[in-house]
Structures are given as structure tokens and as C-alpha cells.
Nanobody
């Protein structure tokens, strides 16, 4: 059984920063697993924010380049999403996801590439 738990969401003013965390319960993953952060605003489809493919490359959605970064603490099985220069349009529920199937390139930004999801953490950016 795999559990992912996000935290770190909250309310912030435009231009501010937040760091989200995702703790993964399963300790052992294939070395080429994929990971990603996604978001979903009310009335909109879930969209990829950024992800790491099986080559270890980070793929970014165009709307977050230069503002968001991803990092991980492998020893603690924690995935981080550092967000800066936040905009009101960044307001959404943010989810982390993992999958052991090898995938490369922009497919890691596709929600259908992942079977394991957290329940999300809410981010609200006010103008």
C-alpha cells in the first residue's frame, strides 16, 4: 500500500512564496520512478505543474518556469515543491503523485501517467 500526504498549503499574497511537502509511505521504489506535482482549480481539469522523468530530468509547465522548483529528500521519502512569485491564478488544490512505470519527457506532466496520488493541499493566492 502506498500513501502520499501533502502539506504546506495556505494563503499567501501575490508575490509571496510557499513550500509544499509530500511524504511517501513506501520506502522502496524503482530507481527510475516518476514523480510529479499537479494542481486543480475549481471547475478546471487537473494539470501538471512539474515532474521528474525516468532519466531524472525535470519537466516544467510553461506557466511555472522560473518560479517553481522541485526537490526531494530521498532518505526521508519527502518531495518538495518550492513556489515563489505566486500569482492569484496559482490558487488551486495541489497534489503530488508517483508511479513506478518508466516514462520520459512531457508524459510526466500528464495525470494519467500516475497511479498513486495524495489528497492534496490547498494554495490560495490573494491579489
Amino acid at each position: 500500500q502506498v500513501h502520499l500526504v501533502e502539506s504546506g498549503g495556505g494563503s499567501v499574497q501575490a508575490g509571496g512564496s510557499l513550500t509544499l511537502s509530500c511524504v511517501v509511505s513506501r520506502a522502496t521504489w524503482p530507481s527510475d520512478y516518476i514523480i510529479g506535482w499537479f494542481r486543480q482549480a475549481p471547475g478546471k481539469e487537473r494539470e501538471g505543474v512539474l515532474g521528474i522523468d525516468s532519466y531524472g530530468r525535470t519537466l516544467y509547465a510553461d506557466f511555472v518556469k522560473g518560479r517553481f522548483t522541485i526537490s526531494q529528500d530521498n532518505a526521508k521519502n519527502i518531495l518538495y515543491l518550492q513556489m515563489s512569485s505566486l500569482k492569484p491564478e496559482d490558487s488551486a488544490m495541489y497534489y503530488c503523485a508517483r508511479d513506478p512505470v518508466r516514462r520520459y519527457g512531457s508524459s510526466v506532466l500528464n495525470p494519467s501517467s500516475y497511479r498513486y496520488w495524495g489528497r492534496g493541499t490547498q494554495v490560495t493566492v490573494s491579489s
